[in-house]
């Protein structure tokens, strides 16, 4: 803003009491602080209402001049709400909305601006409200709030403006639907304004372009779950068509609070077409509310809690798959193989965690008892301390959800050990790696596992030969999860006209995708996505035994 506040001459009158005199001399000598002081004492010993407002007006001056913002914001609004018939009233709202400016408020800064331009007859005010205002307007104000301005200064010459630029902000973001409401609203209401014909045309330009829609990240990008949260950036980004979407990522910092925030933020602010994420499943449920709600879609890539697509018709889930495996080799365990005695040694991580709670619950409820759970951080190579309590409790069997990488650690030490019982797994073990690297001490292991990217299908095997040529290294399940979520949503959005109802309709009719993860089936929406099958490892190779 150029226009600076001022001390009205009006003030400048003779036979005052000597505070206010001498607050003036301070205040020309660049003596804030100290002008401030005096002034307000002076407030206090005027009897003239007008003057009183003047004093008071002048702390709210010094208070700006000393860059104590938020101090004259106080002192101004208090002049404006006591004595709003006070000729310094103007002056006051120019010092609040410069104030506000400088804190980066600027919609409280433009609302202030707008009631200058209503009700004030300065004519050097107004001509600075307008003009800055106009610069605000193009430079600081998204379309909501240019919005919500036009809303509360309807009669404003400079309301068609406000939804012009709020128009032209939408078109930019490609959100016609938007930038088309907006546009019918200025026709009804301000049909003479130069403004509206420049919106018409503008929203004409737009026809025929190729807009891309907008998607919504949801992962936890810093924190102790980053490392889940990139696994799966890496994969939708390998898998997005930049032609059709541009993608906004919102941090959840592995939080529910969060995760709600930023699916709020992403659904009012970007109006996203639909959302990939969260990674962990209680910001998962907090997401897939907000997102429910508002019926926007939403696909969980890697969450495993089995009732999140129960939230409603909007919400999607690739990760299921392990729950049904956590369920299989449970049941087969205790049912089949009568191992009621089993111990859980698991990764510390929202895939060791998830399967060994659903394994826990599925064994408890059928007789079985888990005696002892070991987890390891990521990273561990000695397994002795987890490997020691396992065998103190003597179970029958143990329960080993872990990755390839660490199995072929784990077994060879739980022989050394003298372990004698079976060892239980889940889709870790049906990779090349355990058979090749593990060799005798993986033999007679039984695990659960669907078709997924550890089997080498071909999506799969097409997706980790796309991700080793862009990131020179193998790539994690949540990778592949990522990838897939991408995937389905750019295949069910091919038309330009696809809505977020449009994309659950086509979504909820997939009855068998086979993508880098696996199959991937949403027509049923119950609690399994593939059906996991057991195996056994015999002389090296894997045998299906269910």
């Not at 003779?14 to 001498?22: A, H, S």
């Not at 990240?217 to 889940?228: H, K």
């Not at 049904?324 to 049941?331: C, N, P, T, V």
Request: some cysteine.
């Amino acid at each position: 803003m150029h226009a600076e506040p001022r001390i009205p001459d009006e003030i400048a009158t003779d036979g005052e009491p000597e505070p206010y005199l001498k607050a003036q001399e301070l205040y020309k000598q660049g003596k804030y602080e100290e002008a401030a002081g005096l002034f307000q004492k002076a407030a206090s010993g005027l009897l003239d209402p007008e003057k009183i407002a003047g004093a008071r007006y002048m702390v709210a001056l010094c208070k700006y001049r000393l860059g104590k913002y938020r101090d004259a914001i106080l002192q101004g609004r208090n002049l404006i709400h006591v004595d709003p018939s006070s000729r310094y009233v103007d002056d006051a709202m120019l010092v609040v909305a410069k104030s506000y400016s400088k804190r980066e408020n600027h919609l409280q800064s433009a609302s202030y601006l707008l009631r200058i331009l209503s009700t004030s007859e300065d004519a050097r005010l107004v001509r600075e409200a307008e003009k800055t205002l106009t610069r605000m307007a193009r430079q600081k104000l998204g379309s909501r709030e240019l919005q919500k301005l036009a809303r509360d200064f309807p009669d404003q010459k400079l309301a068609p403006l406000l939804l012009y630029q709020a128009a032209k902000l939408e078109i930019q973001a490609g959100r016609r639907s938007r930038a088309t409401q907006i546009v019918r609203k200025m026709t009804t209401r301000y049909s003479g304004s130069r403004y509206v014909e420049k919106a018409e045309r503008m929203l004409q330009g737009m026809t025929g372009m190729l807009v891309k829609r907008t998607l919504g990240l949801l992962l936890p990008v810093s924190g102790e779950y980053l490392m889940y949260g990139m696994a799966v950036q890496r994969g939708v980004s390998l898998g997005l068509d930049t032609t059709m979407f541009r993608v906004v990522t919102y941090d959840t910092k592995g939080d529910p609070i969060e995760a709600l925030k930023a699916t709020r933020s992403m659904i009012e602010q970007d109006d996203v077409l639909a959302i990939i994420g969260p990674v962990l499943s209680m910001p998962t449920i907090a997401a897939a509310g907000v997102a429910s709600n508002r019926g926007v879609t939403l696909i969980s890539p890697t969450s495993t809690e089995g009732r999140i697509s129960s939230i409603g018709p909007y919400i999607f889930q690739l990760n299921l798959s392990l729950q049904s495996q956590a369920k299989a080799i449970a049941d087969f365990a205790v049912s089949s193989l009568g191992l009621f005695d089993i111990a859980i040694i698991y990764p510390k991580d929202a895939y060791g965690e998830g399967l060994s709670k659903i394994f826990r619950d599925v064994a408890t409820s059928l007789g079985g008892r888990v005696l002892v759970t070991a987890g390891y951080e990521a990273g561990t190579t000695d397994f002795r301390e987890q490997i020691l309590a396992v065998k103190a409790s003597s179970p029958q069997a143990v329960f080993i959800p872990a990755y390839p990488d660490d199995i072929v650690l784990i077994a060879p030490q739980m022989r050394y050990y003298e372990f004698e019982g079976t060892m239980l797994g889940a889709g870790g073990w049906h990779s090349e790696k355990v058979t090749r690297l593990g060799e005798k001490y993986v033999e007679g292991a039984v695990f659960a596992a669907v078709e997924t990217g550890y089997a080498g299908g071909v999506a799969s095997r097409k997706f980790e030969a796309l991700y080793e040529s862009k990131y020179g290294s193998r790539p994690s399940r949540h990778s592949a999860l990522g990838y897939d979520a991408i995937q389905l949503i750019q295949n069910a959005s091919r038309d330009p006209q696809t809505t977020s109802e449009i994309l659950m309709e086509r979504l909820s009719m997939v009855t068998t995708y086979w993508g880098a993860s696996g199959a991937v089936s949403f027509s049923s929406r119950d609690d399994v996505t593939g059906q996991a099958k057991i195996y056994t490892i015999n002389r090296g190779r894997f045998k299906q035994i269910k």
